[in-house]
Each structure stands twice: as C-alpha cells, then as structure tokens.
C-alpha cells in the first residue's frame, strides 16, 4: 500500500516562529503536493513539486516555500508563522505520466498558531 | 481563474436513500475528474473518477455522471449507509500533465439508521 506520512499531527506554535511540516511517501512517486483545509473552503493548492528541486506555486502560496531535496520528502516552510494560518494541511503523492494518476494523501497536520 | 462549484455543503438522508452531489466547472481545461471521500481525523481518499468521454461510471453503489455540454458532473451514492457518513470532494486535473487537481469547497454527508 501507498503510504504518505506527515511529521505531526498537530502542531502548536507562536506568531512569527519558522515551522517546518515535513512530508515522506514510499511508492517512488515523482509528484508531490501541499494543500491546506479549512471549512468550507474545500482543498486549496499551495505547492507542489514533480521532480527533485523542481517546485511550483499553486493557487495560495503567499507565506509558504517549499523544499524538495529527496524524492521521497517533501517540506513546507511557513518563514514567519501567523495566525492566519492557522490550518490543517495535507500533503499527497502521485506517479507522473500514463494516463490517470491517483492523489494519495497522508493523514494531515493541525497546525495553531497562536 | 479555474474553479470547481460543488453544492450543497452539507447533505442528510436516511438510510437506504439516495445521496447526491453536484459540481460544475467553469473552463474545458480539465481531463479528469475524480471525487474524493474523507472521514474524520482521516485524509481524502479517491473514490471514484470519470473521463470527460464517458457520460457515466458505476462503481458498486457509487455512480458517477458527467455532462460534458453542460459542463457538470454529479455522485450519486445509491442505497446509503451510515458508514457513508463523511466528506466528499469533486476534483478536476488540469491539463497539461502536472496532475494538479483543483477540488470543490466539499459536501458534508450525514447518512442516519
């Protein structure tokens, strides 16, 4: 089975604090994407990457950088963390190219920022 | 700006009813469309997907119907369970072989015994 981890679960931190949300998948997949959550806001993009070093903006990615050094690890950075930002976030994978590739998500980090 | 309407928010039906979920697109920039089911505490998981050639794909109790004219497409959960119960997210990949998805804001389903 697929498998996508996410460093925490939940993750408390303060106004202005670099944080760090690590994600590692185990199938070789060659895409990999950060989203966040909130109610009624559905799924919105923030990264995502389809190669090592390789990364584009997706349709929020003011606040956040991402780093991709290994295939299979895949950070996001909130450089100075507010409360705004405040959010669940949920990292997936996928295999490139051949048709239909499925989106496999790892189980999502809580993040306050207080 | 390339966008998924998913209606309604927040859906109960009785056990053994039918469940439906709406979605529409705005632009034919899209390829793909799968929809996802979330639990609780749990991230989103494919459910089912749809080509824009093909009007209709049935996976057990779960169907899926697209309506390329009308750029729309719809689930219907037949028979519904309480185990169900979760949230429900239509997508569309964007073309152009980034696999990016651009999903709906998503449909809270609550199935009772």
């Known amino acids: 089975d697929v498998k996508v981890t996410q460093s925490s679960r939940y993750l408390v931190k303060r106004t202005g604090e670099k944080v760090f949300l690590e994600c590692v998948q185990d199938?070789?997949?060659?895409?990999m994407f950060w989203y966040r959550q909130d109610p009624g806001l559905g799924l919105r993009l923030i990264y995502f990457?389809?190669?090592?070093?390789?990364?584009e903006k997706g349709d929020i990615p003011e606040g956040y950088s991402v780093s991709r050094e290994k295939k299979e690890r895949f950070s996001l950075i909130l450089e100075s963390a507010s409360t705004n930002q405040t959010s669940m976030y949920l990292c997936a994978s996928s295999t490139r190219g051949g048709g239909v590739n499925e989106q496999f998500f790892g189980p999502g980090t809580r993040l306050t920022v207080l | 700006q390339q966008q998924v309407k998913q209606s309604p928010q927040s859906l109960i039906v009785q056990k053994g009813g039918i469940s439906i979920i709406n979605c529409a697109y705005e632009n034919t920039a899209f390829d793909y469309f799968p929809w996802y089911q979330q639990f609780p505490g749990k991230g989103p998981a494919l459910l089912i997907a749809?080509?824009?050639?093909?009007s209709e794909k049935k996976e057990g109790r779960f169907t899926i119907s697209f309506n390329k004219s009308a750029k729309q497409f719809s689930l219907h959960i037949m028979d519904s369970q309480p185990g169900d119960s979760a949230t429900y997210f239509c997508?569309?990949?964007?073309?152009?072989?980034?696999?990016?998805?651009?999903f709906g804001k998503g449909t809270k389903l609550t199935v009772n015994p």
């Open positions: 749809i080509r824009p050639d093909v």
């Open positions: 199938m070789d997949h060659e895409n």
């Open positions: 990457s389809y190669d090592v070093k390789m990364k």
């Open positions: 997508a569309a990949r964007v073309q152009g072989g980034s696999e990016k998805l651009v």
